[in-house]
């Protein structure tokens, strides 16, 4: 009986730990689309909620049926993913696998963001 009440314990501690609801990215206050000068002007990625700062992420795109893919190390794209974007003009960008921590350092999972691009 002690195993079979451990057990289910541990189950429901697991599966709420596994049910939280992963952040929101945005760029630069965008979250659905963003028009190309205000990506030119602005480059920061950032954690809709207090208190959570990106350290890094994954941004890509697809142009001709090639997949552009970039790992950056902060929470900014750089000029060289701009002027592709620029030089490319992808449909939409995606981004993906963001190293969230908050102010205990403490690591959490976001979910990608995939923006809508206007020219």
């Known amino acids: 009986m002690k195993k079979i009440t451990a057990l289910t314990f541990g189950l429901l501690v697991a599966v709420s730990a596994f049910s939280q609801s992963d952040l929101t990215l945005n760029l630069c206050g965008n979250s659905d689309k963003i028009a190309f000068p205000k990506l030119e002007n ?66 959490h999972a976001a979910k990608p963001l995939i923006l809508t691009m206007e020219y």
């Not at 480059?43 to 700062?53: F, L, P, T, W």
């Not at 060289?80 to 993906?96: A, D, F």
């Open 42 to 107: 602005c480059h920061s990625i950032n954690v809709a909620e207090d208190g959570y700062k990106v350290f890094g992420f994954t941004v890509s795109f697809t142009f001709n049926g090639m997949i552009s893919e970039h790992k950056l190390d902060n929470n900014e794209l750089t000029d060289k993913v701009i002027s592709l974007i620029s030089n490319h003009k992808p449909e939409k960008i995606y981004i993906e696998n963001a190293n969230v921590i908050d102010v205990t350092g403490e690591a």
